[in-house]
């Protein structure tokens, strides 16, 4: 079980391109910065700057005046208040007096989940969660996990686990108790938009281990690239996907409900598809060291030879693509190398340290902005609940690429061409409202039958779909759980089941272009990425037949 943390280890051999990792670990400095830093203990020179304010003029009286109070109250107050419970108030005291709504001090136990992250391997059920309008919200579920197979999508707010309700609880609460040994069971409840009760699914937890890049070919021939997040090795997994979709037609990179990740695997993955010499990104720092108030700009260039120069891009991006996904977009975006669809971005623009703390606590809090190399910051204005903040986009300044085209300087990533997403129709939701009522196991049944199905198809010629006959065995089984047969009649339940069904097929054989087509039947963005796509044999082309697109649909350049 993921909370919005990252792991961070020093750089090994990155990537294939990257021949010298030393070189690469000083050019990026990435023993110090990324968006997710990890200081293990204070520099030296950090420790003699305070070594020397210590003996100048000792401890601040404040830190004296808040020991003794914590001693008083822990000696003499009626209610026996322990001490250990006033200092962890008193640091959340301190978080909050920040105002910044992406510091955290992680429990021991999370920070043992966040070690575990640096392997890649994990025991849980495979999803990220962030507290949202006070709502612990699934913000990505990975693909080939446990919470994958059961059906939980980016959005459930999760309200209890097992016997507990969770409506108000943390993230870090929901972590722990979703949290377990390979092997045993959670009860997971969500509230999801559309249906009045909760949804509860069964999930056995698993050992998760989680790449980032995900390839495939589709039937037109065009090259898909689905990053689920810019985790460590992203660099490493996107060049390997690079040199198998060389001779595509035309790249979709789908960063869609991608959360971020590291600085220096975006500016690596970045490093790939622009050419050498490009700015990649600079970030805005305090100085740790100065006595005064004082900042630090740093430059990121692009040293490495550029990858598919001649291979037309599109970048797909929504409301959840964040962070170091935004990094990568709006480096290619600003240098008009990737035409962007979709929705408008998160909008999250900051660095963030993660520091040790003694007894395996961790505290995480922001100590920089980024931008992008066009200068634009991305940072979208929330509050503490990470709720937006109202603005008025006419004022937002503009930034102009070299090939003319106008973008918006601020607020996120805004799509060249904004497309929107599917949504689900009142007939589907009527079934899936039946299925919880009658507490229908519908996303294991849906990774059953995937199962069954890729299996009877192992080592044939014939790909991912369904047969009438596995089909109707699906359908009564699913009568047998107690869903009514009028309801499984209907034209549009079976519709939305074959696809759903014919998708797990696709997933269970391990073939993402075939399930990215089968998906594109209810995915407009990534429909619109093929067509435009198709129709173009260069960057320009694909500029032109966006922007003519862009104007059949009164749309603004640059932005909605």
Do not use: C
């Not at 579920?141 to 309200?159: E, L, S, Y």
């Not at 979709?342 to 606590?361: A, I, N």
């Amino acid at each position: 079980m993921h909370g919005t943390r990252f792991p961070t280890r020093g750089l090994e051999d990155t990537y294939g391109n990257y021949a010298d990792a030393e070189g690469a670990r000083m050019r990026y400095r990435l023993a110090t910065l990324t968006l997710i830093l990890a200081l293990a203990a204070p520099s030296v020179r950090a420790q003699d700057t305070a070594t020397r304010a210590n003996s100048r003029v000792g401890p601040p009286p404040e830190l004296e005046i808040l020991a003794q109070a914590v001693e008083a109250i822990t000696k003499m107050h009626m209610d026996g208040v322990g001490d250990s419970t006033l200092w962890e108030a008193a640091i959340e005291g301190l978080i909050g007096a920040l105002g910044d709504p992406y510091a955290e001090l992680f429990t021991e136990v999370e920070s043992d989940a966040w070690e575990e992250e640096t392997t890649g391997n994990y025991s849980g059920i495979g999803l990220q969660i962030t507290q949202l309008n006070e709502e612990v919200t699934v913000t990505a579920v990975f693909r080939r996990t446990p919470a994958n197979q059961v059906g939980i999508i980016v959005g459930d707010v999760i309200v209890g686990v097992n016997t507990n309700d969770a409506s108000d609880w943390t993230t870090g609460m929901a972590a722990d108790s979703i949290r377990g040994l390979v092997g045993t069971d959670v009860l997971v409840k969500i509230k999801r938009a559309g249906f009045e009760e909760p949804i509860g699914f069964d999930i056995t937890r698993a050992l998760v281990h989680l790449p980032a890049v995900h390839y495939g070919v589709l039937e037109s021939g065009i090259g898909y690239i689905l990053l689920d997040r810019v985790a460590r090795n992203a660099a490493q997994e996107m060049n390997s996907a690079l040199a198998a979709l060389a001779n595509t037609r035309g790249l979709v990179i789908d960063l869609r409900r991608n959360p971020g990740g590291f600085l220096d695997e975006s500016l690596m993955l970045a490093d790939l598809l622009l050419k050498p010499g490009s700015t990649l990104a600079s970030t805005v720092q305090r100085v740790p060291d100065a006595e005064a108030y004082e900042t630090e700009t740093d430059s990121y260039s692009d040293r490495w030879p550029q990858l598919v120069p001649d291979l037309p891009i599109v970048v797909l991006v929504d409301r959840f693509t964040a962070s170091g996904a935004e990094i990568l977009a709006g480096a290619l975006q600003d240098y008009d190398r990737a035409l962007v669809l979709g929705e408008r971005s998160f909008g999250k623009g900051v660095v963030q340290t993660v520091m040790e703390l003694p007894y395996s606590r961790r505290l995480r809090f922001t100590t920089g902005r980024w931008h992008t190399p066009l200068g634009r910051s991305l940072q979208r204005a929330r509050d503490s609940q990470f709720r937006p903040i109202a603005e008025d986009l006419d004022t937002f300044p503009r930034v102009t690429t070299a090939q003319g085209r106008s973008l918006i300087n601020g607020g996120g990533i805004f799509p060249d061409l904004a497309v929107g997403d599917d949504t689900t129709t009142v007939v589907e939701r009527g079934l899936i409202k039946a299925v919880n009522d009658h507490q229908v196991p519908l996303g294991l049944r849906l990774a059953e039958l995937g199962f069954e199905a890729a299996r009877a198809r192992r080592g044939g010629t014939e790909g991912p779909g369904l047969t009438e006959a596995e089909f109707d065995r699906f359908m009564t089984i699913l009568a047998e759980d107690g869903l009514a047969e009028d309801q499984l009649s209907d034209a549009g339940v079976r519709k939305y089941l074959r696809w759903r069904g014919r998708i797990n097929v696709a997933q269970r054989m391990d073939d993402l272009g075939a399930e990215a087509d089968i998906r594109m039947e209810r995915d407009p963005v990534l429909a619109e990425a093929v067509r435009l796509l198709g129709t173009s044999t260069s960057q320009a082309q694909l500029f032109e037949a966006a922007d003519a697109e862009r104007v059949r649909r009164g749309q603004g350049p640059g932005g909605p």
